[in-house]
């Protein structure tokens, strides 16, 4: 069988831009909490659906000093937050909702306000199930309030407290 060179060239290149091990997450509805004067700490929200199972392990803005991937859970009427230390499980198929009340990412010693009507950049690191590593860059827009249909008032509230905390 003979090959010809560009034809070999054409299977190089297809090969190093789509490892066999990327994750396949869809990303909807991201967006940012605006802060006021002096505020150090915010959070990002979205909907993720990783087409096969993973994880989101890491994340990033050069906006923040620390971005942590955080649950809030409500315990005997006590609100508890905490950072996910092995990340967030992204079954596949299942969309997974990153939104004030639950599970959301946390952007603490922010390095600038984030200004309503603006954007910011985010990079998510997502695990796969053999342990592969792949990044997906944002540029979220920053909001008062969350989208409609974005969670309830209340869990806003409840968020804009967690906003407030320090490290």
């Known amino acids: 069988m003979k090959f010809s060179r560009i034809g070999c060239l054409a299977l190089l290149a297809s090969s190093l831009s789509a490892p066999l091990w990327a994750q396949s997450v869809d ?7 605006a802060t006021v004067q002096g505020q150090k700490a915010s959070g990002a929200f979205m909907q993720l659906t990783a ?10 803005s050069p906006v923040a ?12 009427g006590v609100m508890k937050m905490r950072a996910l230390d092995k990340g967030l499980e992204l079954p596949a ?22 200004l309503k009507d603006t954007t910011i950049p985010l990079t998510l690191v997502f695990k796969d199930a053999k342990g592969g590593e792949t990044s997906k860059e944002l540029k979220v ?5 969350a ?6 008032p209340a869990a806003q509230d409840a ?4 906003a407030n905390h320090g490290k």
Do not use: C, F, N
Request: aromatic letters at 4%.
């Open 141 to 145: 827009p920053v909001s008062q309030v």
């Open 93 to 114: 198929g299942k969309a997974v909702e990153l939104k004030p009340g639950g599970y959301h990412i946390m952007l603490m010693d922010l390095k600038l306000p984030l």
């Open 147 to 152: 989208p409609a249909g974005s969670g309830s």
């Open 65 to 76: 000093g620390v971005a942590e991937v955080h649950e809030m859970s409500m315990d005997g």
């Open 51 to 60: 087409k096969d199972a993973g994880r989101l392990v890491r994340v990033s």
């Open 27 to 33: 990303i909807q509805g991201a967006w940012a909490r």
């Open 159 to 162: 968020h804009g407290a967690h």
